[in-house]
């Protein structure tokens, strides 16, 4: 049973992103504060989830939440300031896009930074034991799908509808064949070692 409040303060926000170990597209952060009665059995850590029961979801809780956002953060600015940074940077610019504004903010995971003095605290699988923050990562989970979707029909030889970017074989083996598209994250690394041995011993 996941709980609602980890603070005594209203307006408590929680916040998680998703994205962070792909190789192309953005990394995609939410954040939602919801009401103290809010319960929904099938609300869980998205990872948890099937897709059909994320985007069932998505809608029930935008229309119960009491403010919601979301962020992508893309490639020129994750090659710029690293994954973490701008895993944090788009958790932030979500809780400031929130109204009213959050008193409290739990954070998925254990590196946060301040955020205009808002007190936080950092809960290692917090999508598992919180519900908003269980909620934010079926946001930032489906909102980054959406858009997987969307580049795959500009660039369907990598099949991010399926892989949404993770660095499948499949994948992979796209990258070797296609090289990068401006999708793709430069400071990453987009082949491994062996998969380019292997590729040129054959």
């Known amino acids: 049973m996941l709980l609602t409040r980890f603070s005594t303060f209203a307006n408590e926000a929680g916040t998680d992103e998703a994205g962070r170990g792909c190789l192309a597209g953005p990394v995609t952060a939410a954040a939602v504060i ?3 009665d809010f319960k929904h059995p099938l609300l ?6 099937t897709e059909k029961q994320r985007y069932q979801l998505r809608p029930i809780i935008e229309a119960e939440a009491i403010a919601f956002a979301y962020t992508h953060l893309h490639r020129d600015v ?6 973490l940074n701008a895993s944090i940077q788009a958790m932030q610019e979500s809780l400031r896009k929130l109204h009213p504004s959050p008193l409290y903010i739990i954070v998925d995971g254990n590196r946060f930074k301040p955020l205009d003095n808002i007190p936080h605290s950092c809960i290692v699988k917090g999508d598992s034991k919180y519900l908003s923050i269980a909620a934010a990562s079926v946001l930032a989970k489906t909102y980054r799908d959406d858009f997987m979707d969307e580049i795959h029909l500009k660039h369907p030889e990598y099949n991010w509808k399926k892989n949404k970017g993770y660095p499948t074989v499949e994948h992979r083996v796209a990258i070797k064949k296609y090289g990068s598209t401006p999708y793709h994250r430069l ?3 987009l082949l491994p070692d062996q998969l380019s041995l292997d590729f040129d011993a054959q």
Request: proline content about 11%; overall charge negative; charged content about 30%.
């Open 34 to 36: 919801l009401p103290p």
């Open 44 to 49: 869980n850590d998205s990872k948890q989830l």
């Open 78 to 83: 994750i090659d710029e300031i690293n994954i």
């Open 187 to 189: 400071s990453f690394k």
